[in-house]
């Protein structure tokens, strides 16, 4: 009998039909029964009269399954294979960590803002943009795969149509649809598309990186993004019930939703429940706005993903949308290293370093990119390739410290009693034991702090961009003095002993 690790894909191929249009005329439906429990997935036409049904197993035992449809070859099929414990580094769909941790009768406040894998292990997202990336070459791609292999980031934003913007020109291989000298046909696939995006998402899988996959974007000279609202929901069923079997899907409905002001909101939100219909796994979902929000209070919205709300504010609004939204905060624009001509692509590496201190210690999270002009023919926020910046150590340095933080931290509130002291810095906390304050490009030659009473604290002064970390001789308590040197991008990390 076969074996499916917990969390991995079951897949059957199946030979039906190739007369008339398969894509469109033929239906498949697949019951998975484990015990008394019973999940049903749609299964989709490959071409050349191959089907495939696709589960993923969340739960582990003997599962059954049946295919119905409306096809007779395939009508009537059915078996039966095992599900296997998960493997030490398989901790399932990354979820909402107020979803996860409810299972286990734990839920505070703060899990409200953060992410959690199925098995109850956190999970920070620290992502970067590479919007275009299965559009380009082979040999890029598989570049690409390496320059990831070896980066801190765990999420990749990533694009399924290709995309027509400066810098990006060149037509793809191959598109999601059959194309011929008539243009495409939007009622049947191309399986060599799928093929390859299938195989680049399971690599990412395979070095921990989830795939956030943006189903439309503006940036369009096909005809991809002014599809009929008919045609938009036929390719979204077709995408879902193609991908949604692999673990590390998120689903992006847009990149700069408000760019394509011929789907309406109600368009986006009826775009969202075709997504909710084919994905029975309920992976994340979000849209992403270029100026006007999107209402992310809306239930079908897992998370915030925004971008910066003018050339200079960015990751210091993430403490207001965290209390306007009540979920969690992705900043996945919050601009990019580079030199390019726009001045959201011209950061240096020291501001996009400290953006990202700044939106994690209010509580958030953020997404990286890089856009140097001249380091070569492709640009990493588009293409992929090679990283050149000075930010992506740092980002990684970063995430180090944050994964070493004790469980339950959250930025520190201001009250009466705290707010001389800290009203110009963020903070993050855990209750009274733990501290990590910010100062960004402040020059503070030293800074004065009242500690909790009757508690004693070690005290360590962190250089962020030089990736330095120093532990002070002394053993701290009551009002006390540090001298910070009057550097810039210093934190300060206090532990009580």
Excluded at 21 to 31: A, E, G, L, Y
Excluded at 71 to 97: M, T, W
Excluded at 198 to 207: G, V
Excluded at 379 to 400: A, C, D, M, N, P
Aim: proline content about 3%; hydrophobic content about 30%.
């Amino acid at each position: 009998m076969e074996h499916v690790e917990k969390y991995k894909i079951f897949q059957k191929e199946l030979v039906g039909t190739k007369d008339g249009n398969p894509f469109k005329d033929i239906t498949i439906k697949t019951s998975f029964i484990n015990e008394n429990e019973k999940i049903e997935t749609e299964g989709f036409y490959k071409g050349n009269g191959l089907y495939a049904i696709r589960f993923m197993p969340q739960k582990t035992g003997k599962w059954q399954y049946i295919v119905e449809s409306n096809d007779p070859q395939i009508n009537g099929i059915q078996g039966e294979f095992i599900c296997d414990e998960a493997s030490q580094k398989n901790h399932g769909r990354v979820c909402l960590k107020k979803d996860v941790m409810s299972k286990n009768e734990i839920n505070f406040y703060e899990d409200d803002f953060h992410f959690a894998y199925e098995d109850g292990t956190d999970y920070y997202p620290f992502g970067t943009t590479c919007y275009a990336w299965i559009n380009q070459t082979a040999k890029l791609q598989e570049e690409t795969l390496q320059t990831l292999k070896h980066s801190p980031f765990n999420k990749i934003r990533m694009c399924i149509f290709p995309k027509y913007y400066s810098y990006n020109t060149e037509d793809p291989q191959n598109y999601a649809f059959i194309k011929d000298e008539n243009g495409f046909d939007f009622t049947r696939f191309d399986n060599t598309f799928f093929e390859n995006l299938e195989k680049r998402i399971q690599q990412l899988d395979e070095i921990g990186i989830q795939a956030d996959i943006i189903l439309f974007h503006p940036y369009d000279r096909w005809g991809l993004s002014k599809m009929t609202k008919q045609q938009d929901i036929y390719y979204l069923s077709y995408v879902i019930r193609r991908l949604s079997h692999y673990k590390n899907v998120w689903w992006s409905l847009a990149n700069e939703y408000d760019l394509m002001p011929q789907k309406s909101i109600e368009d986006w939100d009826e775009y969202a429940r075709v997504i909710m219909k084919y994905d029975v796994y309920g992976h994340l979902r979000s849209i992403h706005n270029c100026i006007p929000f999107y209402d992310y209070h809306k239930s079908w919205i897992t998370h915030v993903s925004v971008q910066r709300v003018d050339v200079y504010k960015t990751a210091e609004m993430v403490s207001q949308w965290r209390d306007e939204y009540h979920k969690p905060v992705i900043i996945d624009e919050v601009g990019y290293e580079g030199n390019i001509d726009y001045g959201w692509g011209s950061l240096t590496g020291q501001e996009l370093t400290r953006r990202y201190w700044e939106g994690c210690l209010r509580g958030g999270y953020l997404s990286h990119g890089e856009t140097y002009v001249d380091k070569g023919p492709t640009i990493w926020w588009s293409h992929g390739g090679k990283l050149y910046g000075e930010s992506v150590e740092r980002i990684g340095f970063l995430k180090k410290i944050l994964e070493e933080a004790p469980q339950g931290v959250k930025p520190l509130k201001l009250t009466a009693e705290n707010h001389e002291e800290n009203w110009d810095s963020i903070c993050l906390c855990q209750q009274e034991n733990w501290f990590l304050y910010y100062y960004g490009f402040f020059q503070i030659m030293y800074r004065n702090y009242t500690l909790p009473q009757g508690k004693k604290y070690k005290i360590e002064l962190i250089d962020t961009w030089n990736m330095e970390i120093k532990e002070l001789p002394e053993i701290y308590e009551g009002k006390i003095r540090i001298c910070l040197g009057g550097k810039q991008y210093m934190a300060v990390r206090m532990k009580e002993i």
